[in-house]
T-cell receptor, first 115, second 113 residues
Framework: DVKVTQSSRYLVKRTGEKVFLECVQD?????MFWYRQDPGLGLRLIYF???????EKGDIPEGYSVSREKKERFSLILESASTNQTSMYLC??????????????FGPGTRLTVL | QKEVEQDPGPLSVPEGAIVSLNCTYS??????FMWYRQYSRKGPELLMY????GNKEDGRFTAQVDKSSKYISLFIRDSQPSDSATYLC?????????????FGKGTLLTVNP
């Protein structure tokens, strides 16, 4: 079974803090993604990575950065957390192998609250 | 016009009902269509996958794609309380950045015993 794990289920931070969200997958997937999910707005792609050290901006990259130093790990960084970054953050991974790109495997999510 | 439109519901049905969930899209270049199911406090999981137009059936679930109308559907027969979840449609282009999916906002379904 594919497993995508996220470092925390719940996180509470203060405005201005630097926040790290970690994601690890165990299936040797090439692609990894960070989304945020908000009521009424659905899933929105923040950043994705198709290889180690490679990254591309998604639809809402402002205020975020990412790091992928190893194939299995993809980190999302909030350089200076703000209250409007309070959200559910979901990590996903997928394979480029035959039709694998369509199956994104999601982690359980991190509920981040910025006070 | 948003790329993918999905009625957020909520949709509440009695156990055993046939459920119809739908998405419309604006970009005719979408070729691959998926339905994800998300239980409360969990990440989404792939439920159904179809390529181009046509139907696909898997147990109680049927996915339909009508590319001429830019309309996709998911039907659930004999719905069960365990089907209560948010259903997200997703789609992608063929070629290029083909690993990037575009999601609908999701429809919240409750099946009442």
């Amino acid at each position: 079974d594919v497993k995508v794990t996220q470092s925390s289920r719940y996180l509470v931070k203060r405005t201005g803090e630097k926040v790290f969200l970690e994601c690890v997958q165990d299936m040797d997937h090439e692609n990894m993604f960070w989304y945020r999910q908000d009521p009424g707005l659905g899933l929105r792609l923040i950043y994705f990575s198709y290889d180690v050290k490679m990254k591309e901006k998604g639809d809402i990259p402002e205020g975020y950065s990412v790091s992928r130093e190893k194939k299995e790990r993809f980190s999302l960084i909030l350089e200076s957390a703000s209250t409007n970054q309070t959200s559910m953050y979901l990590c996903a991974s997928s394979s480029n192998r035959l039709r694998g790109a369509d199956t994104q495997y999601f982690g359980p999510g991190t509920r981040l609250t910025v006070l | 016009q948003k790329e993918v439109e999905q009625d957020p519901g909520p949709l509440s049905v009695p156990e055993g009902a046939i459920v119809s969930l739908n998405c419309t899209y604006s970009n005719s270049a979408f070729q691959y269509f998926m339905w994800y199911r998300q239980y409360s406090r969990k990440g989404p999981e792939l439920l159904m996958y179809t390529y181009s137009s046509g139907n696909k059936e898997d147990g109680r679930f049927t996915a339909q794609v009508d590319k001429s109308s830019k309309y996709i559907s998911l039907f659930i027969r004999d719905s069960q309380p365990s089907d209560s979840a948010t259903y997200l449609c997703a789609m992608r282009f063929s070629g290029g950045s083909n690993y990037k999916l575009t999601f609908g906002k999701g429809t919240l379904l409750t099946v009442n015993p």
